[in-house]
């Protein structure tokens, strides 16, 4: 089972949730369920909204599939560059940022950081 830290301003300290690997569940999903105050509005990977930052905690790194909707969002805000998809999609090395609604937790211990402001990592 992976370990998921969340940090934020809007957290009195850094609170680690396990997650079960393998039942296909989004980072905001796990967020909602432990009562992590991720913001949000569509859950649909089109507002940006969850927009947060996830630092690997171990040397396994696992690639991190991106939607479509997710690298068309990320690169309008700035996000990620088109050799960040290719490394993605291509090497299995997973970009910094992402939307807390269209990641799916990997058995991977992770750090994910968000602003608790709407669409600010």
């Not at 609170?15 to 369920?33: E, F, H, P, S």
């Not at 309008?76 to 997973?94: F, H, M, Q, V």
Request: glycine share 6%; aromatic share 4%; proline share 7%.
């Amino acid at each position: 089972m992976p370990n998921v830290t969340f940090s934020s301003p809007r957290l009195h300290k850094d609170v680690t949730v396990y997650a079960v690997a393998g039942d296909r569940g989004t980072v905001l999903a796990l967020a909602q369920k432990n009562s992590i105050p991720i913001p949000f509005d569509c859950q649909n990977g089109e507002c940006a909204s969850c927009l947060i930052e996830v630092v690997p905690l171990s040397d396994k790194t696992m690639g991190m599939d991106l939607t479509e909707k997710e690298k068309t969002v990320l690169k309008s805000l700035g996000k990620i560059t088109p050799e960040e998809i290719a490394r993605a999609e291509n090497d299995d090395i997973p970009p910094r940022f992402r939307l807390a609604c269209q990641m799916i937790v990997r058995d991977q211990d992770i750090l994910v950081r968000f602003s608790g402001e709407p669409g600010g990592a």
